[in-house]
């Protein structure tokens, strides 16, 4: 991690930003809506993640992220309860959208409804936790 980042960043903030991040998410999103010879590029940010992660935990002191304020881990535990589901039909619906593009079809409605709610329902989830 960069020192500017130490000190723009308390270490606090960056523990309470990194809690919320699901590396599985992002490897998800990639496989499902980006070509493969980006996947690289993915995998490094992922890897820089989680060595940021590293350093963050080092400097708390902590084997886990918000390991003095379990309350918010649960929170954002009790978030994904509902937001991954809907983080990974987005993605599902993202790719129908875009191969449809592709084809040079029409854009089916009824996916991008859906898309449109599960776009506002990853917002609402988001909206307490951040």
């Known amino acids: 991690m960069s020192r500017l980042a130490v000190l723009l960043y308390p270490p606090r903030m960056l523990e309470m930003v990194y809690s919320k991040a699901d590396l599985w ?24 993640l989680a060595a940021d992660i ?7 002191n902590d084997s886990h992220l918000m390991a003095d304020l379990p309350w918010i881990a649960e ?7 509902y937001t991954d589901p809907l983080n990974v039909l987005q993605a599902e619906l993202l790719h129908r959208s875009r191969q449809a593009e592709e084809e040079g079809k029409d854009p089916d409605p009824r996916v991008e409804q859906a898309l449109m709610v599960t776009i506002a329902g990853v917002a609402a989830g988001m909206r307490n936790t951040g």
């Not at 929170?75 to 309860?81: A, D, F, K, V």
């Open 25 to 48: 998410l992002a490897e998800y999103y990639d496989q499902r809506l980006v070509k493969p010879e980006l996947w690289a590029l993915g995998s490094e940010l992922r890897k820089l």
């Open 54 to 60: 590293n350093v963050v935990l080092a400097i708390a």
């Open 75 to 81: 929170s954002i535990q009790l978030r994904n309860i």
